[in-house]
């Protein structure tokens, strides 16, 4: 192994990912350069050009980093993809820390700090986000009242939705709507 390899590995560099891999001895599980599961020791690694290499000396990918899925980009990044699926799924439904939390099969002070590390929002700030897409659509049908859409995207009083509209938007409900029309209008 170069100098240049084991600093990549030291340094989990994930300039190196794809191109370089990382062997550990003692437990036979190849990782990425990036990979932060386990502590290296220079005696310990075995560096490969590719996975196949790796694996044809009997390495078994990774479960953290997952040099087998180059598309898949981390953890914590997973778990937000996770989380923000369950909150577009319960977008309508009040939001619940201890339900997502519960649902993902993890704590929810890490799931927080993980989520806001990642997106550099909260996950109440993406709950109100997306109940504001929704409403933004169905306001600019003109068929359904301000107050019945914020029913249907789960606000449980229209001068909470006016409220969380307004922080999130810039402009209450119906100036969002009279905006939309007046831009419509040749």
């Known amino acids: 192994m170069t100098k240049a390899e084991w600093q ?10 794809g191109r370089l891999f990382c062997g550990m001895i003692s437990s036979k599980a190849v990782c990425r350069p990036s990979c932060t599961a386990r502590m290296r020791h220079p005696d310990n690694v075995v560096a490969f050009s590719s996975l196949a290499e790796a694996e044809s000396q009997g390495f078994t990918p990774c479960r953290h980093c997952r040099p087998d899925q180059p598309q898949w980009q981390g953890e914590k990044k997973e778990l937000v993809r996770a989380a923000q699926a369950y909150i577009d799924a319960h977008s309508a439904e009040k939001f619940s820390l201890k339900a997502l939390s519960g649902a993902l099969y993890i704590n929810g002070s890490y799931l927080l700090r993980v989520f806001r590390e990642v997106t550099g929002h909260t996950l109440l700030w993406y709950h109100n986000h997306i109940r504001c897409e929704k409403a ?3 306001l600019t049908q003109n068929t359904v009242s301000i107050s019945a859409a914020g029913e249907q995207v789960g606000f449980c009083s229209s001068s909470h939705f006016t409220h969380v509209f ?7 409900p119906s100036e969002f709507r009279k905006a939309y029309y007046q831009s419509l209008e040749p």
Do not use: S, V, W
């Open 166 to 172: 307004h922080k999130m938007e810039g402009k209450t």
């Open 136 to 138: 933004k659509r169905l």
């Open 8 to 17: 990549a590995f030291q340094n989990h560099d994930a300039a190196y990912d």
